[in-house]
């Protein structure tokens, strides 16, 4: 008998991931389907149409989270959890998320084709908000699937605009005001299980089709502020400066060399967004604000890269005469996946002769949160030089289907335990 993943349908794929391309706010200009938007409402019907065909039993909660149901054997047994997110980053791809979504259908698919009905449930989901560029908070769905969001954060969170995320909730007709009788906090889950693109070139370069992700990074975000003098650019002469911009700089810079000196296995430093007061070109900035982003797999190595860079910042502040805050805004703790799952996935890999690595994961993931629920891991496919968050990410869809064998394989196993 031909194994499930031998009969992964790479057409119907390429439907799921063109025909949700559909929902785009930048059309001609990359991906954007943020979090709340009109199009995000329009991508989960879309998506909530596709679950529907395959006979799938959909539910949705009050934060936009999609649950659809394999039914298993066994409805008492804890089910297990596949799927991803379908917002993206403003002017982004076609990928990032959307094909551990799709994959996570076709598994499903598959298994129904071939009358494979498991044990357990399957639910394939669609977490809502996983980026953070709206709302500044990462995985919002997931978050408050494993319970670490409050009605509080949701009236804190703010997008550009000074739109709560409570107030985008209920503008879209959800009911933040039950948020915490309405979905299934800690629900119970046995496994989950997450494919997506590497947004990375190992892969690639390694030309290997699968990666068993072995950690996930975790983001710690702060803003810094640093209040100088603000004068005239003429009249004012090098020694007599306060300039907060150049402090800023100097700053800035001590973050790239405590992450490249850093003994971690894997850690990074980036400012993503910087803002000068009054931003003119003939005035010494007096305020500087940036963001801070620090990834790393070891909540140890992100500790003491954030006491070296305040220890450091408090020193440059000093010798300029200008005043710096950090301000930490969230710091999440990385994730080691599950070996068992990651040992069947490696498992039904070689079954199908299907080349795969180990690897760690700089994004952090809906898998990120889920971890708290349940074991989880991760499935990598490669995605083309590494590109990603770019209207150029793209995938070979050969890889896909490779990934989603492998994801379907372990799935049955899994959900048969
Ligand atoms: O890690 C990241 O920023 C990604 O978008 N999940
Ligand atoms: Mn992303
Ligand atoms: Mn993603
Ligand atoms: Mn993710």
């Known amino acids: 008998m031909r194994m499930i993943g031998e009969q992964i349908k790479k057409n119907e794929l390429r439907a799921w991931l063109d025909g949700i391309a559909a929902f785009n706010g930048t059309p001609g200009e990359g991906m954007t389907r943020e979090v709340y938007t009109g199009e995000f409402q329009a991508a ?9 065909k ?3 039993h959909v539910r949705e909660d009050c934060l936009g989270n999609i649950f659809g149901l394999y039914p298993g054997t066994d409805a008492d047994a804890a089910p297990v959890w596949t799927g991803s997110h379908i917002d993206t980053v403003p002017k982004g791809g076609k990928y990032d998320g959307l094909a551990g979504v799709f994959a996570g259908l076709e598994a499903v698919a598959a298994m129904g084709r071939a009358g494979v009905r498991p044990k357990r449930s399957i639910s394939v989901n669609v977490y809502a908000g996983e980026e ?5 908070v990462c995985c919002i769905g997931s978050r408050g699937l494993s319970g670490r969001l409050s009605l509080a954060d949701l009236k804190a969170h703010t997008d550009p605009s000074g739109l709560s995320l409570y107030d985008a909730l209920k503008s879209f007709g959800y009911g933040p005001d039950h948020f915490d009788q309405d979905f299934p906090r800690r629900a119970p889950v046995h496994a989950s299980l997450e494919l997506h693109i590497e947004q990375n070139d190992k ?9 068993i992700v072995t950690g996930i990074c975790a983001p710690t975000n702060l803003i810094c502020t640093v209040e100088g ?3 005239h650019a003429g009249g004012t002469s090098m020694a007599d400066r306060r300039d907060a911009y150049m402090a800023a700089a100097e700053m800035a810079l001590l973050l790239e060399h405590l992450a490249q000196t850093s003994t971690s296995d894997y850690i990074t430093g980036t400012v993503g967004e910087l803002t000068l007061t009054p931003g003119a070109a003939n005035v010494i900035p007096g305020k500087a604000v940036f963001t801070v982003d620090i990834r790393s797999v070891s909540a140890e190595d992100k500790d003491e890269l954030v006491e070296n860079l305040r220890a450091g910042m408090r020193a440059i502040a000093e ?3 200008v005043e710096v805050t950090l301000t930490p805004l969230n710091n999440d703790a990385p994730l080691r996946c599950d070996e068992h799952l990651s040992g069947v996935m490696r498992d039904q890999a070689d079954a199908l002769a299907i080349p795969h690595m180990d690897l760690i994961s700089g994004p952090y993931h809906d898998s990120l949160m889920l971890g708290d629920l349940a074991p989880a891991a991760m499935i ?3 995605c083309e030089k590494g590109i990603s968050h770019d209207r150029a990410e793209n995938i ?4 896909l289907v490779k990934g989603t064998a492998v994801l379907a394989e372990t799935l049955a196993k899994i959900a048969d335990e």
Request: charged share 30%; proline share 5%.
């Open 44 to 52: 989960r019907a879309y998506v909530i149409g596709e679950m529907e």
């Open 132 to 136: 953070m560029s709206r709302f500044g």
């Open 229 to 231: 003098v603000q004068s």
């Open 203 to 211: 892969l690639e370069k390694a030309g290997v089709p699968v990666g």
């Open 54 to 56: 395959l006979g799938l």
């Open 396 to 399: 070979d869809d050969d890889d």
């Open 380 to 382: 990598f496919i490669p």
């Open 319 to 321: 010798r300029r005469g």
